[in-house]
């Protein structure tokens, strides 16, 4: 096996000084506030004993008990979360502002772990990118615009809808190809290698998620690259992630994550590891929602990003 684990890959510095791409100007706005009202129907919530966002004891939660093995990874109330929300993908100030802002970080870091000191305009030309749970395509656009051959795959239809029509109106991205299916019926069917896959912000809401991993693993190309973003399961996570931004700030609607859901990076990589998949950098990340800005930190406990390579045999 040509790749192995590499230790201590991690470093924070090369991640710092990762240059920004050029984004639309509608992709920097201010984040609005929480306000009186949220916060008092979030008391509300806590005196009603809303059961929605107490946090089981983080102790007791073990992987397997979180985890029926499902024969699908899709979880049919997660996706029907999405299709509510499809009308909102490109609202640069609605519930996918995060998402947005997040491409600041996400896609230098995609750009600059497949094709490191690259500065061409586009880097990744020839390069087939497979984003998975693409959603309304806010990652596979600029992926696209990159050079990449991009496929979005998304098991509601409702964001494949928006994100073929939203892709279509730019000459560098009308060519992205989006399929409505979950990742294992496309693994099946599809009969295509990738170089990289994406699964950004979508593990948190699949069932099985070691099927989803290998799905993805057996779409790559030996020594090809998956690239995941997605939350910790840890106290900070379960206060930050679903009280702070659900309850109290209003970022996200309230049930938009199930903290349960949640994987530890190792859990991850373990996962990865029995799908043939070497893990090269695991970073946290952070989100300052007054600046509606993401950055990259040594701390892993709320968001983090994790780069694994497939095994070449
Ligand atoms: C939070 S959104 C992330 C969208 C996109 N990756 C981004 O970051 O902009 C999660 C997406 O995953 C999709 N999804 C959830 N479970 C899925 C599954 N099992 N297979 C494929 N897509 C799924 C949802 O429909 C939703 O569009």
């Not at 772990?113 to 596979?140: E, T, Y």
Request: glycine letters at 6%.
């Amino acid at each position: 096996m040509a790749c192995s684990r590499v230790p201590g890959m991690f470093n924070l510095r090369n991640l710092s000084s990762f240059p920004s791409i050029i984004l639309p100007a509608n992709y920097i706005s201010v984040a609005k506030f929480s306000s009186l009202t949220t916060f008092k129907s979030y008391k509300n919530n806590i005196n009603a004993k809303s059961c929605d966002i107490l946090k089981p004891n983080v102790f007791d939660v073990s992987l397997e008990m979180n985890r029926k093995a499902s024969n699908s990874t899709m979880n049919q109330a997660e996706v029907d979360k999405f299709a509510k929300m499809a009308g909102d993908w490109w609202n640069p100030d609605g519930v996918c502002k995060p998402l947005h802002s997040m491409n600041k970080v996400r896609v230098p870091f995609v750009r600059d772990r497949l094709v490191p000191g690259n500065n061409s305009a586009q880097p990744l030309k020839g390069l087939n990118i497979l984003d998975v749970g693409c959603g309304g395509g806010i990652l596979s656009e600029p992926l696209a615009r990159l050079g990449a051959n991009v496929t979005g795959v998304d098991a509601c239809k409702e964001n494949i809808e928006i994100a073929k029509f939203h892709s279509s109106k730019d000459i560098l991205t009308k060519d992205t190809n989006f399929i409505c299916s979950t990742i294992e019926e496309y693994a099946e069917t599809s009969g295509i290698k990738f170089d990289a896959v994406v699964a950004s912000e979508i593990i948190e809401h699949v069932d099985n998620p070691q099927l989803f991993i290998t799905s993805m693993s057996s779409l790559l190309k030996d020594g090809g690259d998956l690239f995941i973003t997605t939350l910790n399961r840890t106290t900070r996570s379960w206060l930050l992630a679903i009280v702070g931004a659900e309850y109290v700030a209003g970022m996200l609607p309230k049930g938009t994550h199930n903290w349960e859901k949640f994987l530890k990076p190792e859990e991850i990589e373990e996962m990865c590891e029995k799908a043939g998949l070497g893990t090269r950098m695991v970073s946290g990340m952070t989100y300052i929602p007054v600046v509606n800005k993401w950055m990259w930190i040594p701390d892993k406990s709320v968001n983090f990003a994790l780069h694994a390579s497939k095994y070449i045999n």
